[in-house]
């Protein structure tokens, strides 16, 4: 007897969509075809898209320290809301994630709380680069973040020499905030006070570009993989386009929607986040990266902070805005307008993590894998409110959106954790496994 059967729905499976049962068992996919056995659960997904499950390869649930703002549970009932099967979550927490206690700290307090799959980046410093060395069989590690520019917490690495240090000694991927740390310093005098519109202008395009230039310098010197996130510019994008291979990088899906200043406009310190929402000249060239398949992945960047402290004035208002909710909608609805196409969208969310991150098990459809699925409906339109929000901020830059293209179901480890909007069960999430 199979524990769940998926019926009728299209599965994406080698680059194609076929009408396909899928069998589950054991929290693994254990039969692929027309099924005739019997289960305990059926899901019928007639009129539906059947995905691998869709993984967030950047958020912040704020734990421990900012608990009054998000939590790994809260951050994780968002996620599955929102389709997301697994996430990466960052080091930038109070204390930081950059020791082996506190590590194994945030495991303890993921097991038996989070609805989705997990893995934790650690946090580069200029002085743990022996811990960085031994990560690579670390179970739930998924890389080492490195704060090159200062943003949310304390975790940064500005000097070039600490940043060579980083990755000389990686073992794992280094997933870079890149931001020139003393060309912000230098820039600061450009901030206005009370004026979100000289975000972008503080942190400029040079400051982008010039700390992507050096981190790609030092990452080919040592031949060690780096993933550049949040790419904001169109000079990065010109630039990365030519250093494949080790070098991978993500979008967020804010940049590939909103751009200055009409964000600005309408959101006020609600758009502001690091690096910034751009004019639409950047924005463009994010697009053009997107339908050339510069780019690796597509992360939310999920960082909340609560209305309160976004009401402050600039720039005393956190850079920052929740995603992992909202994420699959809005690129759903990016594909339904033609601006790229679901097998793109699969390579950004399930594929492209799992060979870039070498994560076991993971990202495509497929016997004795996870039975970790996103069920996806191309023709439901939603509408974004900032009551719906799971996470404890409750708020979304994009409420009032309409967006055509849904997930319907999540289904976690053979689990069906969350169906038609509505989050089902227990947290059984579980630590990713690398290769």
């Known amino acids: 007897m199979l524990d769940l059967i998926i019926k009728n729905g299209q599965c994406y499976i080698g680059g194609e969509l076929k009408q396909l049962d ?3 068992k054991d929290g693994k996919i254990n039969q692929i075809g027309k099924i005739l056995d019997e289960a305990n659960e059926v899901v019928n997904a007639e009129g539906q898209i059947v995905l691998p499950g869709c993984i967030d390869t950047q958020t912040h649930f704020r734990e421990p320290g ?34 082996m206690k506190e590590f194994q700290r945030k495991l303890d307090l993921a097991k038996n709380r989070m609805y989705c799959n997990y893995a934790f980046y650690f ?13 690579n069989n670390l179970d739930g590690c998924c890389g080492i973040k490195l704060f090159a520019g200062s943003s949310t917490g304390n975790l940064l690495v500005a000097e070039e020499e600490d940043i060579d240090k980083v990755f000389q000694n990686s073992s794992k991927v280094v997933a870079v905030h890149s931001e020139d740390e003393s060309i912000l310093n230098l820039n600061k005098k450009l901030i206005k006070k009370g004026d979100v519109n000289s975000h972008p ?44 291979g080790n070098i991978t990088f993500e979008i967020t899906p804010q940049h590939l929607t909103l751009f200055a200043p009409d964000c600005y406009l ?36 999920h960082a909340p902070h609560l209305k309160i402290n976004k009401d402050k004035e600039y720039p005393a208002s956190p850079s920052g805005m929740p995603g992992v909710q909202t994420l699959m909608p809005v690129m759903l609805n990016h594909v339904n307008d033609g601006k790229l196409s679901l097998s793109q969208l699969i390579k950004f969310v399930c594929e492209n993590p799992v060979k870039i991150f070498g994560i ?39 409420d009032g959106y309409k967006f055509k293209g849904t997930p319907v ?27």
Request: glycine residues 6%; charged residues 25%; hydrophobic residues 35%.
């Open 360 to 398: 076991k098990n993971k990202g495509f459809i497929k016997e004795g894998f996870d039975a970790d699925f996103t069920i996806i409906d191309m023709n439901k339109t939603i509408e974004i409110k900032n009551e719906n929000i799971e996470s404890k901020c409750k708020w979304s830059p994009f």
């Open 201 to 244: 202008i503080w942190r400029s395009v040079e400051c982008a570009i010039s700390s992507t230039r050096r981190i790609v310098k030092i990452a080919e010197r040592y031949n060690k993989k780096a993933h550049i996130l949040h790419i904001t510019t169109k000079e990065e994008i010109d630039f990365l386009s030519q250093h494949k």
């Open 409 to 435: 179901a999540t289904i976690i480890n053979g689990e069906i954790k969350m169906l038609d909007g509505k989050i089902k069960g227990d947290p059984a999430g579980q630590a990713l496994k690398f290769n």
């Open 22 to 24: 899928l069998g589950i």
């Open 66 to 99: 900012s608990t009054d703002t998000e939590d790994l549970h809260s951050g994780s009932r968002a996620a599955i809301i929102g389709g997301i099967t697994s996430v990466f979550e960052m080091p930038n927490t109070n204390p930081p994630t950059s020791n």
């Open 123 to 135: 946090g580069a410093t200029a002085d743990n680069s022996i811990d960085l060395a031994s990560l």
């Open 266 to 301: 309408k959101l006020g310190t609600y758009a502001q986040m690091n690096p910034p929402i751009r004019d639409k000249t950047h924005y463009d060239r994010l697009w053009y990266a997107v339908r050339n398949n510069f780019n690796d992945t597509i992360g939310s960047d």
